[in-house]
């Protein structure tokens, strides 16, 4: 055999050793999680994957403690702490660490809603809103502090709350030096020294740089009223008063009575019938 039918030989049966490999499309996902179902190209990601299972998260961020499954959710968290926010809305000007949080903000300006809430009309840019605002409606609070026993709907809601306890103030406003425990409580601070006060009473025309000092000082002309029904006009003492309220502007009766099959607008209303049940 001649060393040009040598050379063509070894071509061929290199090329028969590359086809009798298994073909793997390029993007097949071939790995799935058993816990959720979700399926990945990489072994590795899967298994980085199902580290979201285990409860495991070693990595810590050693400004405020945080801790986290996977060291790429470290690094991007550690970004809060640096204040770089280089990805910068065209329409408003307002800044973002991440460039996922950028365009989820400017879904806003685009003004479409299409996720509805069912029970009280509401709607949201995302879907993910439109999801944990109905957490609200059920009335269920499975998140508790081990500490005080305080209750909430959402986990977040929970974790936000548990850093009042832990002390720690990560979040110092560069203009005063004042500490917090939550980023938005800073953002919210640095509202006050730019001067803004957006926010103004509908009586008698004081503005505030904050939307809670100017509910808190709508009480002195309502008593408690703070919240207003966009429907009707009317005020409510709580966000959650005026969001029952808003059953009265549907036909949605998602409250219903354990002892029979009649159904109510609002839990008030539910508690008051029971009582013919449960009257001597």
């Given at each position: ?26 993007g097949?996902?071939t790995y ?14 899967l298994k980085r994957?199902?580290l979201?299972?285990?409860?495991v998260k070693?990595?810590s961020?050693d400004e ?7 060291a790429g ?6 970004l ?7 990805y910068?809305c065209?329409l408003?000007g307002?800044?973002?660490t991440?460039?996922?949080?950028l365009?989820?903000h ?10 509805t809430c069912?029970l ?21 609070k499975p998140?508790s502090?081990?500490?005080?026993g ?6 977040g809601?929970?974790k936000?709350?548990q850093?009042i306890?832990?002390?720690?103030k990560?979040y ?8 917090f425990a939550?980023?938005?409580d800073?953002q919210k601070?640095?509202?006050t020294?730019s001067?803004i006060k957006?926010?103004?009473?509908d009586f ?8 809670h000092y ?8 309502t008593?408690?009223d ?6 009707c006009g009317k005020?409510f003492?709580t966000?959650?008063?005026?969001q ?19 159904t109510f607008?609002s ?6 019938h029971?009582?013919i049940?449960?009257?001597?």
């Amino acid at each position: 055999m001649s060393l040009t039918q040598k050379d063509q030989h070894g071509a061929r049966s290199q090329h028969s050793q590359e086809a009798d490999k298994p073909h793997r499309r390029k993007g097949k996902k071939t790995y799935s999680c058993d816990e959720c179902g979700k399926n990945f190209t990489l072994a590795r990601s899967l298994k980085r994957h199902q580290l979201t299972h285990s409860g495991v998260k070693p990595y810590s961020c050693d400004e405020c403690g945080k801790f986290f499954t996977q060291a790429g959710g470290l690094k991007k968290h550690k970004l809060i702490h640096s204040e770089v926010k280089p990805y910068s809305c065209e329409l408003c000007g307002k800044s973002f660490t991440l460039a996922g949080n950028l365009k989820t903000h400017q879904l806003i300006h685009s003004g479409v809603k299409p996720y509805t809430c069912e029970l009280c009309g509401k709607s949201f840019t995302q879907a993910g809103s439109l999801k944990r605002h109905q957490l609200f409606h059920s009335g269920v609070k499975p998140y508790s502090c081990e500490l005080c026993g305080k209750s909430f709907t959402l986990a977040g809601d929970l974790k936000k709350h548990q850093l009042i306890h832990s002390g720690v103030k990560a979040y110092i406003c560069g203009l005063c030096g004042k500490a917090f425990a939550q980023s938005n409580d800073v953002q919210k601070h640095l509202v006050t020294h730019s001067g803004i006060k957006a926010y103004s009473c509908d009586f008698c025309g004081k503005s505030f740089s904050d939307k809670h000092y100017r509910n808190i000082h709508l009480r002195i002309h309502t008593g408690n009223d703070v919240s207003c029904c966009d429907q009707c006009g009317k005020l409510f003492a709580t966000d959650a008063q005026l969001q029952q309220h808003m059953f009265s502007h549907t036909e949605e009766r998602p409250y219903k009575c354990d002892l029979c099959e009649k159904t109510f607008k609002s839990p008030h209303h539910m508690r008051k019938h029971q009582q013919i049940h449960t009257r001597k």
